[in-house]
């Protein structure tokens, strides 16, 4: 194994000869390191035409005695966007990129490229160039940075499966572009964190069927975007007919089953505020419309809460303890008892612990507009008809 790895640090097969074997007509230094085998010694001029769909691969450069990292915006390849249509796939009125310095950050890396826009009105606007590219773009107006779908989505899958940060995620990007430099690249940063956000915001509302609707994203209702507990009693969709008229005895068949509890380690330091990072998609899914929300908890503030009678309840009877330089203690959140899913619009920050005015507020906004006539929360039961 090790003779092998040390193999491919030189020429390997193609020791035993100098010039590229696909035209003959130049000498074969180029080798892709993301090909299948390593990539077989080509000239500067097949490497590029063998990557034009590509254009994200690592190349290296063969010096004599070893190889060292080139890259194919150093080597001439331009990317066109809004030609893919086209035989030859170039524009004949190309807009070169801002700067001349695009970074397209991806699976492999955080790449450099020469980017050019269509320039004869057939490829459209430059946002929906990009877009149509499956690149995702960091700004709405001459963007200088974009991220494939490829590792947005990639980045998506582990955020939840290993809880890995996005800092931890861009920097393992760098690094498989410079393990030595990669600090250089950095830079995009706060770029990339922006778009991984955008994607989602977007992601969501894709899956809860916004782009079929005819008013489209600014009329979305608020909870419309939550995934909802199959199992559930959903009037309308998993509930037989006439089942308000089901005899008092089996009225709990369809009655809904919630819990209530609160996270104190999902702390939020005191560090900004809404009006300077606001959300995306303000309660359109789980969590509640923010400023309702506080609009509600600063007109409640001052209620006195009565001493919970439970022993050892510090959540409610000492709730300063673990506050005090935050801007949220944790968050609270209403669930599905039986299912453990969270319902729709009741998820919101905590101030002061599992204040009264905080829980109840994410009770009853998670049940509004239900036409279920009877709720369990905990070990009380309320009944009635839902308006």
Not at 229 to 251: F, I, V, Y
Not at 283 to 296: K, L, P, S, T
Not at 318 to 334: F, L, Q, Y
Request: charge should be positive; aromatic fraction near 8%; proline fraction near 4%.
């Amino acid at each position: 194994y090790l003779e092998e790895i040390l193999r491919l640090e030189g020429r390997g097969d193609h020791a035993t000869y100098s010039d590229c074997r696909r035209c003959g007509l130049s000498a074969a230094e180029f080798r892709c390191c993301d090909c299948l085998g390593g990539g077989e010694l080509l000239c500067a001029a097949c490497t590029k035409d063998g990557h034009r769909q590509l254009p994200f691969h690592r190349i290296q450069q063969w010096m004599g005695t070893s190889f060292r990292r080139t890259t194919l915006k150093e080597m001439g390849l331009r990317i066109q966007l809004g030609h893919w249509h086209s035989v030859s796939g170039r524009c004949p009125l190309p807009e070169p990129a801002a700067g001349e310095d695009f970074v397209i950050i991806d699976n492999l890396g955080v790449h450099h490229v020469n980017l050019d826009y269509c320039g004869c009105g057939e490829g459209g606007l430059r946002t929906v160039q990009l877009l149509r590219a499956q690149i995702w773009g960091a700004t709405t107006t001459n963007p200088r940075t974009g991220a494939t779908f490829s590792v947005l989505r990639r980045f998506q899958l582990l955020s939840c499966e290993s809880k890995c940060s996005v800092l931890e995620f861009y920097q393992t990007l760098a690094r498989e572009t410079d393990n030595l430099h990669f600090k250089k690249d950095t830079v995009r940063y706060n770029e990339f964190m922006r778009m991984t956000r955008e994607w989602r915001n977007v992601r969501m509302l894709k899956r809860a069927g916004r782009g079929h609707e005819a008013d489209g994203i600014a009329r979305t209702q608020p909870g419309a975007c939550a995934l909802l507990c199959p199992a559930c009693p959903h009037p309308g969709k998993n509930l037989p007919p006439n089942w308000e008229n089901a005899p008092l005895e089996l009225r709990f068949i369809y009655a809904l089953f919630v819990a209530i509890d609160a996270n104190f380690r999902l702390k939020r330091k005191d560090v900004s505020s809404e009006e300077r990072d606001p959300g995306l998609g303000n309660g359109w899914a789980f969590i509640c419309d923010v400023q309702a929300y506080m609009e509600h908890v600063g007109k409640h503030w001052n209620y006195k809460q009565e001493r919970s009678h439970c022993v050892a309840h510090d959540a409610v009877d000492k709730p300063d303890r673990e506050a005090r330089g935050t801007a949220s203690s944790g968050i609270g959140a209403v669930d599905c008892a039986r299912h453990n899913m969270k319902r729709p619009c009741a998820v919101g920050d905590l101030q002061l612990g599992e204040r009264y005015i905080n829980m109840d507020y994410m009770f009853f906004r998670s049940v509004a507009g239900s036409s279920l006539m009877r709720f369990h929360w905990g070990q009380a039961t309320i009944s009635g008809p839902r308006k």
